[in-house]
């Protein structure tokens, strides 16, 4: 049915990029609000960021200027960009989308030299 599947984390040296992608299968996510969250160890899940059907972006201020979320609608996948990784982006990151209100599994990312 419905599946949202993250992948590209990895562990990489503070000031590091990473790209994460989301493929959602089951839906046409092009009418889906696609969001990025994180948990890390410790603390409560964050919020990261959005991105509407039409490509619209909003982020968390702990990320701006880092994070770049876009979307590839002919092909169902949502990325994040990440640059400038610091040890606190460590966290699995997660992809929501609504209203369908799908997760996906996670997929890990470690940031420490």
Same mark, same amino acid.
């Given at each position: 049915?419905?599946?949202?599947?993250?992948?590209?984390?990895?562990?990489?040296?503070? +000031? %590091?990029? $990473?790209?994460?992608?989301?493929?959602?299968? %089951?839906?046409?996510?092009? &009418?889906?609000?696609?969001? !990025?969250?994180? $948990? #890390?160890? %410790?603390?409560?899940?964050? !919020? +990261? +960021?959005?991105? /509407?059907?039409?490509?619209?972006?909003?982020?968390?201020? /702990?990320?701006? %200027?880092?994070?770049?979320?876009?979307?590839?609608?002919?092909?169902?996948?949502?990325? $994040?960009?990440?640059?400038? &990784?610091?040890?606190?982006?460590? #966290?699995?990151?997660?992809?929501? #989308?609504?209203?369908?209100? #799908? !997760?996906?599994? +996670?997929?890990?990312?470690?940031?420490?030299?």
């Amino acid at each position: 049915q419905v599946q949202l599947v993250e992948s590209g984390g990895g562990l990489v040296q503070p +000031g %590091g990029s $990473l790209r994460l992608s989301c493929v959602v299968f %089951g839906i046409d996510s092009r &009418l889906q609000t696609m969001q !990025w969250y994180r $948990l #890390a160890p %410790g603390k409560q899940r964050d !919020w +990261g +960021g959005v991105i /509407s059907p039409s490509g619209n972006t909003f982020y968390a201020d /702990s990320v701006k %200027g880092r994070f770049t979320i876009t979307r590839d609608n002919a092909n169902n996948i949502v990325y $994040l960009q990440m640059n400038d &990784l610091k040890p606190e982006d460590t #966290a699995v990151y997660y992809c929501k #989308a609504t209203p369908n209100e #799908a !997760w996906g599994r +996670g997929t890990q990312v470690s940031v420490s030299s």
